[in-house]
């Protein structure tokens, strides 16, 4: 139980393009959900944290405009990244967690490449 | 602000080598503390947790304790195995009401010979 997926797993955009990433719990209902970016020999360094229904909280230095985030449903959150740049190369990680003993601690998805020409 | 401090990589030992990883942090409160490990492709998984000073975390043969005099929570293994050759994350977490927020180390990347 507890697996989170990731969609697409890379991606290669050109600059100026829009691309999505989805995560998706699989097995359980996620009424948070984070997003990470982690650059090469660096930590994760969260971005965001989204509660369903609500608008995310981004961190600070994080552009809101830039990385649009919807968790609409319980099960799947996205992360668009706008009018990408080289710059935004970088893998990005979500994170979901639930309710009870069971899921209340973060399931990590796989992560996504994006690599923007 | 908090912070996790990992010992430099990558390391790399023969089977059944005893294995340390130092951890150290910075934190305003009362943390808990994780360590999460990721295979070759996979998603990060949590290997163990310790929620205030003293306790011990333990999974696998892994162990750490949770240090407040010294804010470390070093990883020790007394017998590795080629199957544990993964990346190795250090990580805190504060809570403050309903909202958390983990803060990772960089990560060691642990190879594990034959």
């Known amino acids: 139980g507890a697996v989170v997926s990731q969609h697409p797993s890379w991606v290669i955009c050109k600059s100026g393009t829009s691309v999505k990433i989805e995560c998706r719990s699989l097995?359980?209902?996620?009424?948070?959900m984070f997003w990470y970016r982690q650059f090469p020999k660096q930590s994760l360094m969260l971005m965001a944290t989204?509660?369903?229904?609500?608008?995310?909280?981004?961190e600070q230095g994080v552009e809101k405009d830039k990385f649009l985030i919807n968790h609409a449903s319980l099960t799947l959150s996205t992360l668009t990244v706008t009018s990408a740049h080289p710059e935004d190369s970088s893998f990005y990680i979500c994170?979901?967690?639930?309710?009870?003993?069971?899921?209340?601690?973060?399931?990590f998805g796989p992560g996504t490449r994006l690599t923007v020409l | 602000g908090n912070s996790v401090t990992q010992m430099e990589g990558p390391v790399t030992l023969s089977e059944e080598a005893f294995l340390t990883i130092n951890c150290t942090y910075t934190a305003t409160g009362y943390p808990s503390l994780f360590w999460y490990v990721q295979y070759p492709g996979e998603g990060l998984q949590l290997l163990l947790k310790a929620t205030k000073a003293d306790d011990k975390g333990s999974n696998k043969g892994f162990e750490a304790t949770y240090r407040k005099e010294t804010t470390s929570f070093h990883l020790e293994k007394g017998s590795v195995q080629v199957s544990d050759s993964a990346v190795y994350f250090c990580?805190?977490?504060?809570?403050?009401?309903?909202?958390?927020?983990?803060?990772f180390g960089k990560g060691i990347t642990l190879s594990v010979r034959p």
């Open positions: 097995d359980f209902q996620a009424t948070t």
């Open positions: 989204s509660n369903e229904g609500s608008k995310a909280t981004y």
């Open positions: 990580a805190l977490e504060e809570r403050t009401g309903a909202n958390s927020k983990l803060t």
């Open positions: 994170s979901a967690r639930g309710t009870g003993a069971s899921y209340n601690e973060q399931f």
